[in-house]
C-alpha cells in the first residue's frame, strides 16, 4: 500500500457537511484513512471570497496516482464542484488536491506530485505540519515542520477544536478513541 496524503477545502454551501462528506467518499473510493488533520478556518486565497474550512488527510491505497486524481475528480463533481472555465481562483463545494504520493514526483500534463505551490500555502502546511511534521517534500529536500517556517504565506488559518469535525459527537460528555475503522463510527457513517 501506498501512503497520500489529500489536502481537503470548501467555502462554499455548508462547507464543514461538504468536508466531511469527502472524507467518507475518499475511504469507500480510494483508501484506508490513517491520518485526520484538525480544521482551519482559512481566509479566501487568490481572491476576494468567504473565508474556507481547510484540512489534510493522510489514506493508505493501492490505487495509481492517476487514478487517485481520477477519483479525487469524481468526488468533487459528486459533491457539487463544477469546474469554471475562468482562469484564476473562486469559491468552490469542495476542493480535493492531491499533495503526495509517497515520495514520488510526477509531471506530467494531467498530473504534478507533489503538488504544485504547495510550499507556498499556510492552508496546506499547517494541516501537513500537524499530520506529518517530519514528511520531507521530495522535490525541495525540506520537512514540512521547516517549509511552514519559510513560508511567505503571512495569511493566518485558525485552527478549530476537534469537536468542530462532529459536533454532535461531544453533546453527551462521551469518551472518543480514534482507532482505525472507528472513525467511521465516530463521524455517524457507518
Known amino acids: 500500500m501506498n501512503k497520500i496524503y489529500i489536502s481537503l477545502g470548501s467555502n462554499k454551501g455548508p462547507s464543514l457537511k461538504n468536508i466531511q ?20 478556518q482559512t481566509p479566501a486565497w487568490g481572491f476576494q471570497g468567504t473565508d474556507f474550512l ?3 488527510i493522510g489514506i493508505k491505497t493501492v490505487l495509481s496516482p492517476k487514478n487517485v486524481l481520477h477519483k479525487l475528480l469524481e468526488i468533487e463533481k459528486q ?13 468552490r463545494t469542495i476542493d480535493l488536491d492531491l499533495l503526495f ?21 499556510n ?7 500537524e499530520l506529518a511534521p517530519d514528511f520531507i517534500h521530495p522535490r525541495l529536500g525540506k520537512n514540512m515542520t521547516a517549509l511552514s517556517k519559510v513560508s511567505p504565506d503571512t495569511s493566518q488559518s485558525q485552527k478549530m477544536s476537534l469537536s468542530e469535525w462532529s459536533p454532535d459527537l461531544f453533546s ?12 467511521l463510527y465516530i463521524f455517524g457513517f457507518v
Open 172 to 183: 453527551e460528555n462521551k469518551l472518543v478513541f480514534l482507532l482505525g475503522l472507528i472513525v
Open 79 to 91: 459533491l457539487g464542484r463544477v469546474r469554471s472555465t475562468e482562469s484564476g481562483y473562486i469559491s
Open 54 to 56: 481547510n484540512a489534510c
Open 21 to 40: 462528506g469527502s472524507v467518507v467518499q475518499i475511504q469507500k473510493n480510494i483508501g484506508i484513512l490513517t491520518d485526520l488533520s484538525s480544521l482551519y
Open 123 to 129: 492552508f496546506v502546511l499547517f494541516p501537513m505540519v
Open 101 to 121: 504520493y509517497g515520495d514520488q514526483i510526477i509531471e506530467s500534463e494531467d498530473l504534478m506530485l507533489p503538488h504544485p505551490r504547495l510550499e507556498l500555502r
